[in-house]
């Protein structure tokens, strides 16, 4: 019988629902589907965090939710961006991503960053070397 938004049925003795009609044709359409991130990139991050497939469907099932994530974050971010200009007065202004922008997005989503400090300044140059002696003059 029907569940919430679900219709339960029963076909050659397994119980269906259009839940599970719907994970079938998601897992179908991943077969076609080729994230942002490639499967050698997730598969490489998903064996280093310790979780092993040959499955390549949950590969990219984890690259689209990793490219959905990335999305979200770069469009809140441009959306910051956007109320911070809309301070600005100035006319013919271009918007500009910064990192301040991008940090209080990932902040929303759960992510700190910190800023690094500023290299220590760079130790001087040594002198150059004195130039060789002339020859002796030949007699």
Do not use: W
């Not at 719907?22 to 490639?38: G, V, Y």
């Not at 064996?47 to 984890?62: E, I, L, M, P, Y």
């Not at 991503?97 to 130790?123: F, Q, Y």
Request: charged share 20%; net charge neutral.
């Amino acid at each position: 019988g029907p569940t919430g938004n679900r219709i339960s049925f029963n076909l050659n003795g397994i119980a269906y629902s259009t839940f599970d009609q719907e994970i079938e044709q998601f897992l179908q359409s991943l077969d076609k589907f080729h994230p942002t991130l490639p499967d050698s990139v997730a598969e490489y991050y998903l064996r280093k965090g310790g979780f092993n497939t040959s499955d390549v469907r949950v590969t990219r099932t984890v690259s689209l939710a990793s490219q959905k994530f990335i999305a979200d974050i770069a469009h809140d971010a441009l959306q910051h961006c956007k109320i911070r200009a809309s301070r600005d007065k100035r006319k013919d202004q271009k918007l500009v991503l910064t990192i301040d922008d991008l940090a209080t997005s990932l902040r929303a989503h759960g992510v700190e960053i910190n800023k690094l400090p500023p290299p220590p300044p760079a130790a001087p140059a040594p002198p150059p070397a004195a130039p060789p002696p002339p020859p002796p003059p030949d007699m």
